[in-house]
């Protein structure tokens, strides 16, 4: 390495609009294939359980890297991991576009995936260390923006370019964009002169004492743990061997890593962060909130789309205007973090979440998409207001050298949280579809006037349309089992919705801990333009 002159100072937006690029894209990746599943199909000639592995191996792979993101920063410096992420991440996504069979298209994926791991938390690290203390809150909704985008928009995105274009095209459209990314961070992104000396003074323990053990263990625990609730729905849970011996793996690999990240010399994860309680709660709490968010945004399109005869499309621009009230609700968050205290922001949140869920709670066959829209606005305000207070104050008490470390740990356990979140609410369908449809039938017998006046009437119905009547009354029977199964499935998402308005009522007494921050020099950027530390790549 050496040093040359010093340039002109860079511009702090310039460097949040720069690292902001790979995790916009990283996260719409995440979402984008999901429309695709069809043509996927054909174009690979598999079945939809083997297509999924295209988005599992993603999310796996994700998971796998964000919290190791701090260990290779120290060794190569923040800005180069940053910088090796999105070219790996841009060049999985040509080689995804070309992938030709199945195998080769999960492997590219599986490339993709581990350099958009390490872009999220990269670049939380970076904002933070960027920023001054009274500009945070806008730092990350900077960055809140760029995560709720990629979900909400991903979907509409790759339906947009599969109806118009060709399945190869969501691969294919990060090229460009990842370039000019790369050519912004290259230009404008500069490791602080602190945080390289820090990571050139830690990396010189790891040499010493690397950590294969807790990297080994790391990657078995989060991989099995992450398959078992991407996959766990669809094989039956623990009436598989698979899931079950993938659990068991998991479970004790994670107990195996955390025993010996606490007791190695150098830890590779820096997992004694979780003994400072206002990372720790604010994290928790946004695992919460991304299990909520990732459920709803799972449960509604089901819900639109099976019950209210939505089409795909509808149903995807019925979400947007959550995602797009977020947008113009963060910054103003963000504006007044200081001002007012982390803890009120972040219980108004949950308590205007537990309100629309429980408006949602009431939804029938005759809402409408206005009455869903409202509902998700409310929502947006709520996600809002909890988004940019957590992962404002989880950070808060983090040391400026640790931030890379805290912000992976965040990361990973948000994708945890989701994930869960996910599989919970996945599960839980056709069981209370079930519940439902039992509960439903005890009440549909032929002493109930209600039930011979509607059958009588559809056995007329179908007789008149040249039905014998043995064939009528067969088709009424068919016609009612269909609206009790329907208004099984009905009240099967009321419930759900209800639940997880319960569920993130929870999670007020971890606000406690949620303290306001206290701005010390050492943990944040100097204010005004940053002096950028000139090394050669």
């Not at 002493?447 to 011979?452: F, K």
Request: with cysteine.
């Amino acid at each position: 390495m050496s040093s040359k002159a010093p340039r002109a100072p860079v511009n702090k937006w310039l460097v949040a609009i720069s690292v902001t690029f790979g995790t916009l894209m990283g996260t719409i990746d995440a979402s984008i294939v999901n429309v695709a599943t069809p043509h996927l199909m054909g174009a690979m000639s598999s079945t939809v359980q083997e297509i999924t592995w295209v988005t599992t191996g993603f999310v796996i792979a994700n998971v796998i890297v964000m919290p190791l993101t701090a260990f290779f920063g120290r060794f190569f410096g923040q800005k180069r991991v940053y910088m090796a992420a999105l070219v790996l991440f841009v060049i999985g996504s040509g080689l995804c576009g070309l992938a030709r069979s199945l195998p080769a298209l999960v492997a590219f994926r599986l490339v993709q995936g581990l350099g958009a791991g390490a872009l999220q938390p990269t670049e939380q690290a970076i904002l933070r260390q960027t920023f001054p203390p009274k500009e945070q809150g806008m730092a990350m909704a900077l960055y809140g923006v760029a995560v709720v985008i990629g979900p909400a928009f991903g979907p509409t995105l790759g339906g947009y370019i599969v109806d118009n274009f060709s399945w190869e095209w969501i691969f294919y459209i990060n090229l460009p964009v990842g370039a000019v990314a790369l050519f912004m961070v290259q230009r404008f992104v500069h490791e602080p002169e602190d945080i390289r000396l820090n990571n050139l003074a830690m990396a010189e323990k790891q040499r010493k004492n690397l950590d294969w053990q807790g990297i080994a263990l790391l990657t078995v625990g989060v991989a099995s743990l992450q398959y078992v609730l991407e996959e766990g729905n669809t094989n039956d849970w623990f009436d598989s061997k698979l899931i079950t011996l993938m659990a068991f793996l998991a479970a004790v690999s994670t107990a195996a890593f955390i025993i010996r990240e606490l007791t190695a010399e150098v830890p590779a994860v820096n997992i004694s962060l979780f003994k400072e309680s206002v990372f720790t709660s604010g994290t928790l709490v946004g695992a919460v909130m991304f299990a909520m968010l990732l459920s709803l945004t799972f449960l509604l399109p089901v819900f639109m789309q099976n019950l209210l005869g939505f089409t795909a499309v509808q149903a995807g621009l019925a979400l947007m205007p959550r995602s797009l009230v977020m947008m113009v609700t963060m910054p103003i968050i963000g504006r007044i973090y200081n001002r007012v205290s982390p803890r009120m922001t972040v219980a108004f949140g949950v308590l205007l979440f537990t309100w629309s869920a429980f408006l949602m709670s009431h939804y029938t066959l005759d809402t409408t998409s206005r009455d869903v829209v409202l509902v998700l606005a409310i929502q947006g305000v709520a996600f809002a207001c909890l988004f940019i207070p957590l992962t404002t104050v989880a950070l808060s008490r983090v040391p400026r050298h640790l931030l890379a470390d805290a912000t992976g740990l965040n990361s990973l356990l948000r994708q945890i949280g989701g994930s869960l979140g996910l599989a919970i609410f996945a599960s839980l369908i056709p069981r209370l579809t079930k519940v439902g449809t039992t509960a439903l039938v005890a009440h549909v017998t032929a002493d109930r006037w209600e039930v011979t006046q509607r059958f009588s009437g559809l056995t007329h119905l179908f007789e008149s349309r040249g039905f014998d009547t043995g064939g009528a009354q067969a088709a009424a029977g068919r016609v009612l089992s269909g609206v009790v199964a329907q208004q099984a499935a009905v009240i099967t998402f009321d419930h759900l919705f209800l639940l997880s308005g319960i569920l993130f009522l929870l999670v007020l007494p971890l606000l406690i801990f949620l303290k306001s921050p206290d701005h010390v020099p050492n943990q944040a950027a100097p204010s005004g333009p940053i002096e950028p530390v000139h090394v050669e790549l």
